[in-house]
């Protein structure tokens, strides 16, 4: 099998791809192995056809999405990409059809009545859903007759694409994932409260919920602006940390609820107690669903904010924009952490698996004119997420370009292991509303945006039985699909 790109030379010039709607790529030099990736994949039985081979090969697909994240690099450079294999090994081309985020369902539902479907869109379990309801508007068609998830390529996804299966159809091409969130913190603010740090506690096995708690109790301070945790993400965090979710789906069940789980009525005791003893922060008006002044991390690095629930992706932007509201790079301040187990749980740690860009899923439209074209563009994606030549060439950028440490690398590693371990999704972005709105208060919105102190008991008594009542509602749309 040839290789897919040519790394004959030890020495390359990368011009890395600093990310989507950015104008400035800057060069990195890096050495690298002259092993042969496709080779090594070949061993474990994971191959790309040859061209003579590839169904959609030397065709035109056409993406559907609010960005053109394929298509954003100068000739010139080297971009080991799947689009790049996709384009240059297969002759194949991509038409960027644009749309809106906020529009793209109705956009999407017109092109699809006219008869006029582009072929491929972002997929994904939250920001970026497209299951249930788009597949019950009939706006996405099963991947299956392209998409092979007993395939060695495919097969480590299958568990996760079956959460998104009605029957044995699979409506969504899982390609990898990461992480959804991890716990921030600067590590030069936890020296000088004299507090344990969190990755030490993680090695040990004694980052729990328990130490967590102090830490926020101990630290937050109404009077002097410090609140342990800020932004949004850590709203979700202890229903995940626990390892459930208020709703989850499989095809053997469908949508069930989890409400009387007792892991759950733990996490929504934890919250509200963080919450009554004031360590989240207030907005200007007393409101607890609010963002400090300077966006997603401001405070940590001033000492304000002792840990921020976010994604590892904030920590690549540049160096400067890093150290100036998270940590100083150069200091080694920033560092990270999965959530903490519960130490009444059964000793695992667990962290949400997401996939939201277009790394993580696509979904083929209903009435795509070319879908062989779209399930060989997923299948080079796939193909180079797991190359070790790209994950090299990855972990070299993000010490040598973003002065990542090594700990910070293995940590990495160690939460991306927690996700996959097993899969747990935000099942809320493309529900019905009917059902969207309470399983949303549910999950700990309810707790934290209302002004007064709202126990979990309280909400299950509100939400309880129109959860039930919507979840056999959309149960029975999902078995009439399933049959037909």
Not at 54 to 65: D, S
Not at 365 to 371: D, E, L
């Amino acid at each position: 099998m040839k290789r897919l790109i040519a790394f004959a030379l030890t020495l390359l010039m990368i011009l890395a791809l600093v990310g989507c709607g950015r104008g400035t790529r800057q060069p990195i030099e890096l050495t690298l192995s002259t092993e042969d990736s496709a080779a090594i994949l070949a061993a474990a039985g994971i191959r790309l056809p040859d061209i003579e081979d590839a169904a959609g090969a030397n065709t035109e697909v056409q993406w559907f999405g609010w960005s053109d994240p394929f298509q954003n690099y100068n000739e010139a450079e080297i971009v080991n990409t799947g689009f790049y294999t996709f384009k240059e090994k297969y002759n194949c081309t991509l038409k960027f059809i644009e749309t809106t985020y906020e529009e793209h369902s109705s956009e999407l539902a017109a092109l699809v009545m006219a008869t006029t479907s582009p072929d491929v869109m972002p997929g994904g379990s939250n920001a970026t859903a497209i299951f249930p309801q788009s597949v019950l508007s009939d706006m996405i068609q099963p991947c299956d007759p392209w998409i092979d998830f007993d395939d060695p390529l495919w097969a480590p996804m299958k568990e996760l694409a079956d959460l998104f299966a009605i029957g044995d159809r699979h409506y969504q091409i899982c390609i990898t994932t990461k992480p959804s969130n991890v716990v921030t913190y600067n590590r030069r603010v936890f020296s000088e409260w004299g507090f344990d740090d969190p990755a030490e506690l993680y090695a040990n096995d004694q980052w729990t919920w328990k130490e967590f708690y102090d830490m926020c109790v101990e630290f937050s301070d109404v009077d002097s602006d410090r609140f342990a945790l800020d932004g949004y993400a850590y709203v979700g965090m202890f229903t995940q940390g626990a390892g459930v979710q208020v709703l989850e789906h499989d095809t053997e069940n469908g949508y069930y609820a989890n409400i009387d789980d007792p892991r759950l009525e733990r996490a929504m005791q934890y919250l509200y107690d963080i919450k009554k003893n004031d360590c989240t922060y207030r907005g200007k008006n007393g409101e607890r669903w609010a963002l400090r002044e300077g966006g997603f991390g401001a405070g940590l690095k001033e000492g304000l904010c002792l840990f921020y629930v976010i994604g590892e992706s904030f920590f690549t932007n540049t160096v400067e924009e890093i150290s100036a509201t998270w940590g100083d790079m150069e200091a080694h301040e920033l560092m990270f952490v999965p959530i903490p187990r519960d130490e009444q749980g059964d000793g695992n740690y667990y962290l949400e698996s997401s996939f939201e860009d277009v790394k993580g899923a696509m979904a083929i439209i209903k009435g795509a004119k070319n879908p062989e074209g779209a399930a060989l563009l997923a299948s080079c994606i796939r193909f180079k997420v797991i190359d070790p030549v790209v994950i090299n060439i990855d972990e070299k950028q993000l010490k040598e370009k973003y002065l990542w440490t090594d700990e910070m690398i293995d940590m990495s590693k160690t939460c991306k292991r927690i996700a996959d371990e097993h899969f747990i999704v935000d099942p809320t972005g493309n529900l019905p509303s009917n059902l969207q709105d309470p399983i949303r208060a549910l999950m700990g919105d309810g707790i934290i945006r209302t002004s007064n102190d709202t126990s979990w008991a309280q909400l299950k008594e509100t939400y309880s039985e129109q959860v039930e009542y919507y979840i056999e509602q959309l149960n029975a749309q999902l078995d009439a699909l399933a049959q037909s």
